[in-house]
């Protein structure tokens, strides 16, 4: 609950969000780094071309981003962003 009249958090809640939205960021940022550490074995395994990988790598990270975009951007308007973003990290 805010103890403050102004209407803004405490110092110390404002900062805990910050290290929490942090760590997503990082999590997020992590989880597009190891594709790309893996480019060659995956290649080797799967036996497919450059165009192929990058194809795996860059169409369908746009298909999904614009696929689940709009939808949960729609539901951060509409429903409990704190909720969303727990769900979004925790898969």
Do not use: E, H
């Amino acid at each position: 609950m805010n103890n403050n009249n102004n209407g803004y958090p405490s110092p110390t809640r404002a900062w805990v969000t910050v290290a929490i939205l942090m760590v997503a960021y990082v999590l997020s940022f992590i989880d597009r780094q190891i594709l790309n550490l893996l480019v060659g074995p995956i290649r080797r395994d799967l036996m497919i071309s450059d165009t192929q990988m990058s194809l795996l790598m860059g169409l369908s990270f746009a298909l999904f981003y614009t696929v689940c975009g709009i939808p949960l951007g729609r539901l951060a308007d509409t429903k409990n962003r704190r909720g969303l973003i727990a769900i979004g990290i925790i898969f």
